[in-house]
């Protein structure tokens, strides 16, 4: 018996990787966090399957679900949202199937920010512009963060910035944010990204928070911030593909 721990991806359900859709398709037992997940996800369980949206229960409910099937042998599905690498709340759940000796695995999935790019058609690291992305999120009534994840120390760098569970934090974004960007930096709220009710809000660190206003989106926002979402055009083309900068697999420098 084994539990697997999979990336549903942000939503839309073909976003779903084909190992996730096979494993889905033959654990007895599905558990998938219904708030986040659609439910045409965990439809490809199998007949008979024991299909439970955990949204309103607690950790000591899922846990005693798994333990239930592990007694009778039963691989289960826990199917989060996104990847579940990210914010997926599943470190205390390995936690306690480590101290039960119960096996598990980790399939990952398409996290909401690479969803996002994809939809933007953008890449979010351009070269001499933005080289790195900082995955973070705000603290609000969720876990409080670690003292030297602040924004500041974040920005301070002037990468790309994905910010969770931060669309009503918006006028702090902008206190700690603008020092660092500019009040014209680039922003970009997705809202339900890969959904079919999804929605981009493009905007600066100085007008986001009315534009977010008057859409009325107050959950299930990804925050990107940075001046590589402007619509740059005077940048180098990168060294992967430059006939003059040979590789290990491109040995030799083109000659015009």
Known sequence: MTVYFIGAGPGDPELLT????????????CLYAGSLVPEQVVAGAPDGARVMDTAPMTLDDTHAEIVAAHAKGQDVARVHSGDPSLYGAIAEQIRRLKTEG????????????AAAAAALGQELTVPEIAQSIVLTRM???STSMPAGETLENFARTGATLAIHLGIRALREIERQLIPYYGEDCPVIVAYRASWP???YLRGTLKDIREKVRAEKITRTALILVG????????FRDSALYDPETPHVLRPKVKVS
């Not at 084909?18 to 037992?29: D, L």
Request: charged letters at 25%; one cysteine or more; hydrophobic letters at 40%.
């Open 18 to 29: 084909i190992k996730a859709q096979k494993t889905i398709a033959r654990c007895p037992v």
């Open 227 to 234: 001046p590589a979402l402007a619509e740059v055009k005077d």
């Open 139 to 141: 603290s609000m009534k």
């Open 102 to 113: 119960i096996p598990y695995e980790i399939i990952p999935g398409v996290p909401a920010y």
């Open 197 to 199: 009710d999804e929605l």
